[in-house]
């Protein structure tokens, strides 16, 4: 059964510029979320999408944004990049159980490291 | 939002000792999840804990929902190599900051 698959692995930005990351969930898990993880900040919450519908949002500005298409696959964007974006962004798919519930058990892709210079 | 307090932030260990971490939330939990993050990976779920009291072991891991329902402990015995990683707790679209565990062989 084949992993969470998130591309690009690695992707260097400058500031003002945008990014499209892409992540596929495991066959089956019909919820994807996003992180973003930095050293300082840890794992934050990013989005949760179900059913092509954005069911939760973290504490992000509107820069960050996100969908998922009817096959689950998810897309997040960043506009206008800030030095401060500079980060691992986790995409993680799971069968759900309820939505926003800490029951939800999450497998993770490997990330896509994003540097912006 | 909600936070969740990890502690300690990093331990350095020799191998074969055993190591506690514990996580609490300014919110009442049904459910606790312990990950861990191996260099160059995502998190992976190493246990998961759905009633408060609850005691649950994975190999050398044990971890505990506590009573409250505001609290979690992560025990593992007998430490190895491999053990070295970024051990997180998680709740309800939450995770804490994690415990970055070296091992000393």
């Known amino acids: 059964k084949a992993g969470v698959t998130q591309t690009p692995r690695y992707l260097i930005k400058t500031r003002g510029q945008q990014v499209t990351l892409s992540c596929s969930p495991i066959?089956?898990?019909?919820?994807v979320s996003w992180y973003q993880q930095t050293p300082g900040q840890g794992l934050q919450f990013l989005f949760e999408y179900f059913s092509e519908t954005q069911r939760n949002k973290g504490n992000f500005p509107g820069r960050f944004s996100g969908r998922q298409f009817s096959n689950s696959r998810s897309e997040m964007n960043v506009s206008t990049l800030e030095l401060g974006d500079s980060a691992l962004y986790l995409c993680?798919?799971?069968?759900?159980?309820?939505?926003?519930?800490?029951?939800?058990?999450?497998?993770f892709g490997a990330g896509s490291r994003l540097t912006v210079l | 939002g909600q936070q969740l307090n990890q502690s300690p932030q990093s331990m350095f260990i020799q191998e074969g000792e055993d190591v506690s971490m514990n996580c609490t939330s300014s919110s009442i939990f049904n459910t606790w999840l312990w990950y861990k993050q191996d260099p160059g990976e995502g998190p992976v779920l190493l246990i998961a804990l759905y009633k408060a009291g609850e005691l649950t072991s994975n190999g050398r891991l044990t971890a505990q929902f506590g009573i409250t329902r505001k609290d979690s402990f992560l025990n593992i015995s007998a430490s190895i190599p491999s053990d070295v990683g970024i051990y997180f707790c998680?709740?309800?679209?939450?995770f804490g900051k994690g415990t970055r565990l070296s091992v000393i062989a």
């Open positions: 066959s089956g898990h019909r919820s």
């Open positions: 993680a798919s799971s069968v759900v159980v309820a939505l926003g519930s800490g029951a939800n058990v999450l497998t």
């Open positions: 998680a709740g309800p679209l939450v």
